[in-house]
């Protein structure tokens, strides 16, 4: 434990040290404010996860030490260590793990989606293991295999168990997580790409007075008479109770929605129901016409606050406080850009205080626009590029994406560092198995050929099982979490799959390859 604990000192402060480094490299060109500094929590947490891991896959290792008896000590003698899980260990390990997990999604931003995240990858893991230990009989029940070279590698496969499952579950992990943060990028490039660039407008213009409207409307209809234009009133205005309650004590700070009763509020109204907005529940205020102040809120806001139709929220407009009733919830699409507010008030009401308008235009090409006629004549507009804003997103999510292919590769090498470990701990095997070969007459160039077929047996499950479990963490990620389309993406399948066969044949080719070098006859003569 004391070696533990400075090992995980020095690797702390030495990242430190490393991503000091690569600051200005990698992290600057994120646009990340980022100086990496020594933070005793941070440390002390750092402290009791590495504690947690070694006591979690060190328990069956100090049994088994234990088991060791001194007579075996003193005969110099060695012996098969067997790994023999006690329904105590397992119930220790399980409440570590516990310990473990708990505490890692307490910390997390998300500490529900982080906890169900764990729990996946955790099943696949177990998933992995089982299928290591049947694809050998599977394959030996469904083909009638008569090929020495064929039987050999799965005979190897067998004897070699253990490895065959530290292989299929790190690398089926790995592969998984690649695939599914590929997965995931792609879906969200894609997003951007054809629904906000085909649907989201160019610009927004805030700003514009009623009595400059209609010569703000011709002057872009003069820019480009294609364009796309929707205006609408706004106004702002703060949420002051719900229901005669103070928000404070209504609404956590950690709620998902405290940023609509957090600050001042853009409102606007509207006779018809938006385009890109859906009752979900109540009326629209056309069946139920009233010059009081009636509310239409976000579904989702809703939801979140615990509000019904017919609540009671007080809006603060121009310093003067106005109760408005809830007539409706509407399931507004946040994602395509578009014109949006989570309120919305009847026009019989909005209509009669001091407003101005607020403009979305899309023009059929954009590169040909020139807005100095506008500003010459309309000079207290403001504008937002959104197309800008979209770029700068794709462009940071590529570099996100960068970052989080970058960890899940440095997962996988790991994962072959291990396997070639493994490799070598079952060497002197290893070195009495390839002699078995040569006196058979299999000659260097077959039995790399044993491990090129031992290397596409292992592929092909992973493979095939990594792609469904990314798929189906990809589509809950995007459809779920992201709220967007999910798209599967073949070619990067392909290139994260092909990579991963490369470096799964040459670690397995690589690691071998040693062993074969070993003279034959010396070992006959047991030299």
Not at 131 to 136: D, E, N, R, T, Y
Not at 237 to 261: M, T
Not at 383 to 393: P, Q
Request: hydrophobic share 50%; proline share 2%; aromatic share 16%.
């Amino acid at each position: 434990v004391i070696i533990l604990i400075i090992c995980t000192f020095l690797a702390y402060v030495f990242s430190l040290i490393i991503l000091s480094i690569y600051n200005p490299a990698f992290i600057k060109s994120l646009n990340i404010d980022f100086s990496p500094i020594f933070e005793l929590e941070e440390y002390i947490l750092l402290q009791v996860f590495s504690i947690l891991i070694f006591f979690i896959f060190g328990n069956p290792i100090l049994q088994i030490v234990d088991k060791i008896s001194v007579v075996d000590l003193f005969r110099n003698s060695s012996t098969n260590p067997i790994i023999y899980y006690s329904q105590k260990m397992l119930v220790k390990i399980f409440f570590l793990v516990c310990i473990f997990l708990g505490i890692f999604c307490y910390l997390n931003v998300k500490p529900i989606e982080t906890f169900f995240f764990f729990i996946f990858f955790i099943l696949i893991g177990f998933f992995f293991y089982f299928l290591s230990k049947i694809q050998i009989r599977i394959i030996k029940r469904i083909l009638n295999i008569k090929d020495i070279l064929i039987k050999v590698s799965l005979k190897n496969m067998q004897t070699f168990g253990n490895l065959n499952s530290i292989v299929t579950v790190t690398m089926g992990i790995g592969v998984t997580l690649l695939l599914f943060i590929g997965s995931l990028s792609h879906n969200i490039n894609t997003e951007l790409n054809n629904t906000l660039k085909t649907n989201a407008p160019d610009y927004f213009f805030v700003g514009i007075q009623e009595n400059e409207l209609y010569k703000f409307s011709k002057i872009i209809e003069s820019i480009d008479k294609n364009s796309i234009q929707r205006t609408v009133p706004m106004i702002s205005a703060r949420i002051e109770l719900i229901n005669n309650n103070e928000i404070d004590k209504l609404v956590a700070k950690n709620n998902n929605s405290y940023w609509f009763v957090n600050g001042e509020r853009r409102i606007s109204w509207s006779k018809k129901i938006p385009f890109n907005n859906t009752i979900t529940e109540g009326f629209w205020w056309k069946e139920i016409p009233s010059s009081d102040l009636l509310l239409s809120i976000d579904q989702k806001v809703g939801k979140d606050l615990g509000l019904k139709i017919g609540d009671k929220i007080t809006l603060n407009i121009y310093g003067k406080n106005i109760e408005g009733t809830i007539m409706n919830f509407r399931k507004v699409n946040y994602k395509d850009l578009n014109i949006n507010f989570a309120i919305l008030i009847n026009p019989e009401y909005g209509s009669k205080l001091p407003h101005e308008f607020l403009s979305s235009v899309k023009f059929k090409n954009k590169e040909e626009v020139n807005f100095v006629r506008l500003f010459d004549n309309l000079p207290n507009i403001t504008y937002i590029d959104l197309t800008e804003f979209v770029d700068k997103s794709q462009t940071f999510l590529r570099k996100l994406f960068l970052a989080g292919v970058s960890i899940s590769s440095l997962i996988v090498f790991i994962g072959l560092l291990v396997i070639s470990s493994a490799i070598n701990v079952v060497g002197k095997l290893k070195i009495y198995q390839n002699l078995v070969f040569k006196i058979l007459g299999l000659n260097k160039t077959k039995i790399f050929l044993v491990i090129i077929f031992e290397s596409v047996v292992i592929f092909i499950p992973i493979v095939i099982f990594s792609l469904f479990f990314s798929a189906i963490l990809s589509y809950l990620f995007a459809k779920y979490l992201f709220g967007i389309n999910w798209y599967f993406s073949l070619l990067t399948f392909l290139t994260i799959s092909s990579l991963f066969f490369i470096a799964l044949l040459f670690t397995f080719i690589f690691s071998n390859n040693k062993y074969l070098k070993i003279n034959t006859y010396a070992f006959i003569r047991n030299d």
